[in-house]
């Protein structure tokens, strides 16, 4: 603590990232990165972009990523935001449009990030429970609150609410925003995104950081209403008016235009999901229905934090959450092929069998 | 309006970027970027990070950034944040410092931001006027105050504050933080830096948008005590772990590295600026002392604003300011040589001589 901190400052409680370990080379599957690299059609983007024009600001309202964005999914570009990744997006949506006088609604298991974004803008929050098999139960959703966040899939849950309780929550809150995170959809989701021409309540948001392998050029998207994301447009513009340098531009532009690259590397993250979750079924674990580029597993005998801490001894780094209800699970991101079977050995081991 | 909307950002009175016009190309003296470009060190620096590994997260702590910034100022990692532009990090250091019981101050004329983002926070300012020479008097930021912010040289009068008046304003504001927004210091001015040591109420900000050639690339730094620095992690990891890509980090430690091109690109900078206050003396303007990349000029008997139109038409843009006190001057980017013979020969056209 310290005298010079605003009361704020002082109120906070800081979202802490997956770790990053340096002391040696893990098998890293802690972190929900992609295995594969971006498409070689970004990588040349953004060296063609490295040129004499970085001495100039970048477009503050990225125009040209914004109209690739509209144009790949279908929109118009006022229907689009571009932002530093979606975790800025999501706390600019947080102060753009959730009401301090009322209760923030998201699932008593989620991305923990969201009340770390509540607590920066004074918001007051209420946990919605999932029912026992972790599926998002959208009539405990009460109409008497100050908007509502919902990833899906939900994370680290990795299940997926279909299209139509979307549409339920949307039509039972017309007056309160909606945000669908959708970091994770591209891995077997529906996008919520085609809802947007129905709700001017809807806001969905996407990232590249996860089905186009651009984790580290922190580039998202948010789809909604013109009046929504003007809304975003407004708080961004208070807080820093160029927020996307001018290689995240050119490469974000070339990862929409290339399609065949992204359907490709996700159908392979796919593929070794449903292998890798047959594999762990049959060394006795239970695991949820993903539709992310994860896996959410608990064994029948063994505990999640044991398995956790073997598994770091081994060289293979997953995610362990020590809070209620999933502090049995382990949520395990798909890597290559290789690096699940070096991961399906060493639970073998741990498992004995 | 939007009902959507949150009070606060129905509130807001978000900031306008100088334009960047797309009819026809300007010689571009708007918006105080380097004419020179970045070294070609940086540019080799970001292709050589264009690489597979941008699947991968980018360090959220930059800590190779941060040292390398530490160990050119000679300071320890733990007095360096850095972040997506100087902009973002004064967005920062408003939230994380200043105190919405009292009221801010920072002088009438400056960076039209700073009302900005008071007003994205809640905070009550107070305007201290510079004197009749647009000096910033440093006895007139009363010490009941919940913070101060002073550009230094200030924008966009480009005069300096030496740093014996900053030393009197940090011992007798010991129990407030004061920030030196140092964008321009490169140009003339020496640093506060050093005094981070005796004063721990110091934050000085600084950007490499200006005097490295990189307002593309969006990097800031901020340099204090490690309370403050603290202070800054807690309000950005509350919103954004991840605020700068892979390709800024990799670009900036190269900046930081080729002091030789640093130092070459801004005396040629200077030098350029020096003879073009006298030439425009010449004509019949005032200048002010600038030790800025920028000029702040007023003509004896023409119009400011007629002045600013005329640039426009021949092709030359520079920045107008319709607002009390300096509507009678025009902010003037340093360009290159060449840009600036154009300038002048417009300037000749329109002041008739």
Chains 1, 2 share one sequence.
């Not at 689009?80 to 990744?85: C, E, I, K, R, T």
């Not at 809304?231 to 929409?256: C, E, P, Q, W």
């Not at 449903?274 to 079924?281: D, L």
């Not at 209800?325 to 991961?343: C, H, K, P, Q, W």
């Amino acid at each position: 603590m310290s005298k010079f901190w605003s009361p704020l400052t002082a109120s906070l409680v800081p979202y802490v990232p997956g770790e990053q370990p340096k002391d040696k080379t893990y098998i890293k599957l802690n972190t929900n990165e992609n295995p594969y690299p971006p498409s070689p059609k970004v990588i040349d983007a953004i060296k063609g972009a490295a040129n004499a024009d970085l001495r100039l600001y970048p477009d503050p309202t990225c125009e040209g990523l914004v109209k690739a964005a509209a144009s790949y999914y279908g929109l118009r570009a006022e229907q689009v935001f571009a932002g530093n990744g979606s975790d800025e997006i999501l706390a600019f949506a947080f102060a753009a449009f959730f009401d301090p006088a009322k209760t923030v609604l998201f699932p008593d298991i989620t991305y923990s990030f969201y009340k770390v974004y509540a607590k920066l803008y004074g918001l007051q929050t209420e946990l919605i429970a999932l029912d026992e098999q972790f599926n998002v139960q959208v009539e405990a959703f009460h109409s008497d609150n100050g908007g509502i966040i919902i990833p899906n899939p939900n994370a680290p849950t990795a299940q997926l609410l279909p299209l139509e309780d979307i549409r339920t929550l949307l039509a039972s809150n017309p007056d309160q925003v909606v945000i669908i995170d959708e970091a994770y959809i591209d891995f077997g989701g529906q996008s919520a995104v085609e809802l947007i021409h129905d709700y001017p309540n809807l806001l969905v948001v996407q990232t590249l950081s996860k089905s186009r392998s651009l984790a580290g050029l922190r580039v998202g998207f948010a789809f909604g209403s013109e009046e929504l994301i003007d809304g975003l447009n407004r708080i961004k513009n208070s807080f820093n008016s160029y927020t996307m340098d001018r290689l995240a531009l050119a490469g974000a532009i070339a990862a929409l235009e290339d399609d065949a690259y992204f359907r490709d590397t996700t159908e392979k993250v796919i593929a070794t999901r449903e292998r890798v979750t047959e594999q762990v079924k049959e060394l006795g674990f239970a695991a949820t229905d993903s539709k992310a580029n994860f896996v959410f597993i608990s064994h029948k005998t063994i505990a999640a934090k044991d398995i956790f801490v073997q598994l770091r001894d081994k060289g293979v780094l997953v995610r362990y959450f020590d809070q209620p209800r999933i502090n049995e699970y382990l949520r395990v991101s798909i890597g290559t092929d290789e690096e699940m079977d070096a991961f399906i050995r060493a639970l073998q081991e741990i498992v004995g069998e």
